[in-house]
């Protein structure tokens, strides 16, 4: 397939959404892996996934086919980063719920193992994981803590003899319902210590209940798990974490991840505002021909590539490495827990991105559906679908707000987050 062949045509064969051609980035390879994965999405994904959310379905007969095209962990695979991130767009652009299921088992549970599971539980489980024969969760987020759970958490860890016992609650958990296996995390209460383990889902104790009613993201299945004296071998927890701090890693890149998926659902609200746009027609003519339609066509694609491009900046920062407090002007002392400038790691500069990029998909999404006046509230069209969705992407991996406080400690050295 040549490589531009897969890219999404816009309406009556009008430019695509990429606009600035960001994918021209890409190696020639990539560019094919693209393609492959669009050809997937639109007969695989594109025909079903209304349907999916309205039942509040996961198609678990999906996934052997998704593994299929073997994109699990790209940059693992020797993939770029801005190629990882496109993929996440992409896949958001036709349904961001399977987009956030492809995150929370790769991006979370599999780049975990590959960061920080020892040579025994790579062999054991990493291959299964890769090829989603065993799906995964990532259990950090508890009923009361979201924001502040990394001083927060709730859970425990106690040592007993060779094993662990663990007792607390978590809620949102991605996949929580179904997985094979949960990436969890609790406090040890004589270290304080935060611990992270390869939870089988399956072990006594624990107890998991799918999260009902919720107006986004339906497809994915969110649980509340808890935790009763579960019993865990110290050889499923993860020996290369000894701390919170070693979290910020999956963390960043998880983050950064859902800023992709802000830049997948403006591309979505383009394709279907801009599509309806040409094709409807009121007092006789296409309601592109109106001045005001065409202005907010042309803001949201300018959102939309405003956005991709910070997130194609970050995404090589992920690569090439993140600006050094030596580097740069201002305060700083080197206490991550103050917050000061340059000592997270590009946190900040991914907290900036999510935060951007979400602030300017609610606007963009909000002027599609706007666009298809009353058809944008039934979900028989897919408007109302991806205006919901994008919500869920506005507030999860960091509120507007707390991204914006971690940037803002970051360019003052004064955290206003205590």
């Not at 900046?313 to 002392?333: H, I, K, M, N, Q």
Request: aromatic share 8%; with cysteine; hydrophobic share 40%.
């Amino acid at each position: 397939m040549a490589a531009d062949e897969g890219r999404q045509p816009g309406a009556a064969g009008l430019p695509d959404a990429d606009f600035y051609a960001f994918e021209d980035l890409l190696s020639q390879r990539e560019q094919e892996k693209l393609a492959e994965l669009r050809t997937f999405l639109a007969a695989e994904v594109a025909p079903y996934a209304g349907q999916w959310w309205q039942d509040a379905y996961f198609p678990a007969e999906l996934l052997p086919k998704l593994a299929a095209l073997e994109l699990s962990t790209p940059v693992q695979q020797g993939y770029s980063p801005l190629f990882a991130g496109l993929v996440i767009a992409e896949m958001t652009r036709t349904d961001t719920s399977i987009a956030t299921f492809f995150m929370v088992h790769h991006d979370l549970f599999v780049e975990a193992l590959h960061a920080f599971g020892s040579a025994e539980q790579k062999d054991r489980l990493l291959a299964d994981a890769m090829a989603l024969r065993i799906t995964g969760a990532f259990a950090l987020t508890e009923p009361e803590h979201g924001s502040d759970v990394a001083g927060g958490m709730e859970t425990t860890a106690v040592r007993d003899g060779d094993a662990w016992l663990l007792n607390g609650s978590k809620r949102w958990i991605g996949n929580g319902t179904f997985c094979n296996y949960m990436l969890l995390w609790a406090r040890e209460p004589g270290t304080g210590k935060v611990r992270g383990f390869l939870l089988d889902a399956s072990l006594p104790g624990v107890h998991r209940t799918r999260i009902e009613n919720k107006t986004a993201l339906r497809t994915v299945q969110n649980a509340d798990i808890t935790l009763t004296n579960v019993r865990v071998s110290e050889d499923d927890r993860l020996a290369g974490i000894d701390s919170f701090e070693d979290i910020k890693h999956l963390l960043r890149g998880s983050r950064i991840m859902v800023g992709w998926q802000a830049v997948g659902a403006q591309l979505a609200a383009v394709d279907v505002s801009r599509a309806y746009a040409v094709e409807r027609q009121q007092f006789g003519r296409p309601l592109a021909s109106f001045q005001l339609v065409t202005e907010q066509l042309v803001r949201m694609l300018g959102n939309t590539v405003a956005s991709t491009g910070m997130l194609a900046r970050v995404s090589e920062l992920e690569r090439g490495g993140y600006p050094s407090e030596a580097g740069r002007s201002g305060p700083g002392t080197g206490d991550g827990e103050a917050g000061v400038r340059g000592s997270d790691g590009g946190m900040a500069q991914a907290a900036l991105a999510k935060s951007y990029a979400s602030a300017k998909m609610r606007e963009t999404v909000a002027l599609g559906r706007s666009i298809l006046g009353g058809n944008g509230i039934v979900t028989d069209h897919r408007m109302a679908k991806i205006f919901a969705d994008a919500e869920a992407i506005y507030t999860y991996e960091g509120t507007y707000e707390i991204n914006s406080l971690i940037v803002g400690r970051d360019i003052t050295g004064i955290s206003a987050l205590r």
